[in-house]
């Protein structure tokens, strides 16, 4: 995802902290970027004050429809677990 993390106002509390690692995080959160309201899943890291801070790694989009489709693969992606199915 391209563009300046600058223009976004500050993010909402997350949704979710899923952990990675020691050092590492996946936030998910909802955040407003040019006004508009989107959901934010983004790697993080502890900073040297021991705070998350963002990466790059990540992605973010409007509050529309893409966020059923995301909540419908999730979905899917969870039964095919659930049945042992292997990529």
């Given at each position: 995802?391209?563009?300046?993390?600058?223009?976004?106002?500050?993010?909402?509390?997350?949704?979710?902290?899923?952990?990675?690692?020691?050092?590492r995080?996946?936030?998910?959160?909802?955040?407003?970027?040019?006004?508009?309201?989107?959901?934010?899943?983004?790697?993080?890291?502890?900073d040297?004050?021991?705070?998350?801070?963002?990466?790059?790694?990540?992605?973010?989009?409007?509050?529309?429809?893409?966020?059923?489709?995301?909540?419908?693969?999730?979905?899917?992606?969870?039964?095919?677990?659930?049945?042992?199915?292997?990529?």
């Open positions: 995802e391209g563009g300046s993390m600058n223009t976004a106002t500050a993010p909402a509390e997350p949704l979710a902290i899923i952990p990675k690692g020691k050092t995080c996946i936030i998910v959160r909802l955040a407003s970027f040019k006004g508009v309201t989107r959901l934010d899943i983004r790697e993080h890291y502890r040297d004050n021991g705070e998350w801070a963002p990466t790059k790694q990540g992605i973010g989009f409007p509050c529309d429809e893409r966020v059923g489709l995301l909540i419908d693969a999730i979905r899917q992606a969870q039964e095919l677990i659930g049945r042992g199915v292997k990529p």
